[in-house]
């Protein structure tokens, strides 16, 4: 497990929590994101749940890039860039903000909820500061996301998390 400074961004206090594949709510994510991967080789999606049950999903992007595809991957532009270019990619619409819109909108609260990340290794700061406000309490990735979801580990499974799909 990787200590706070090792993350791109991780606030003071909080701390990732990690489950196996077969986590029913790390699967649901998968899924979700395998449904809306669109043309993006590296995709993700969250599932706020609440007491064993779903109540909100969102992944990245969702909408726009199945409708009208990435502009950084148009623009043909280098991982970790141009967020601004492509509304998709934008904060706004990280699978994280996506699932805590989608509670929302059926007017759930979100308090004490946990929410699961599958396809990303780390959570961006816009992303905590909704979360934070929200009330998620937990954040769980896949076991080893480090690895599988950091495009610079060797290691990596970018572009083919969905091989046995």
């Known amino acids: 497990m990787l ?5 791109p961004y991780l606030p003071l206090g909080r701390v990732f ?12 994510a998968r899924q979700l994101a395998y449904k809306f991967r669109g043309q993006l080789q590296q995709t993700s999606a969250a599932v706020i749940v609440r007491s064993e049950n779903i109540i909100g999903i969102g992944s990245i992007g969702q909408n726009y890039h199945a409708q009208k595809g990435c502009e950084r991957i148009k623009l043909q532009l280098p991982t970790g860039t141009g ?23 059926f007017s759930n609260d979100i308090a004490d909820c946990d929410l699961y990340l599958w396809g990303h290794w780390w959570c961006c700061q816009q992303c905590w500061e ?6 998620i309490r937990n954040v769980y990735l896949l076991e080893h996301a480090e690895v599988l979801f950091n495009k610079s580990h060797r290691d990596n499974i970018v572009g083919k998390q969905f091989a046995d799909m």
């Open 83 to 105: 967020y601004d270019k492509c509304p998709g990619c934008h904060a706004d619409n990280h699978s994280e903000a996506n699932a805590i819109r989608n509670a929302l909108s």
């Open 3 to 7: 200590k706070r400074n090792e993350y």
């Open 17 to 28: 929590k990690f489950v196996q594949a077969d986590d029913p709510f790390i699967s649901a």
């Open 130 to 135: 909704k979360m934070l406000t929200n009330g």
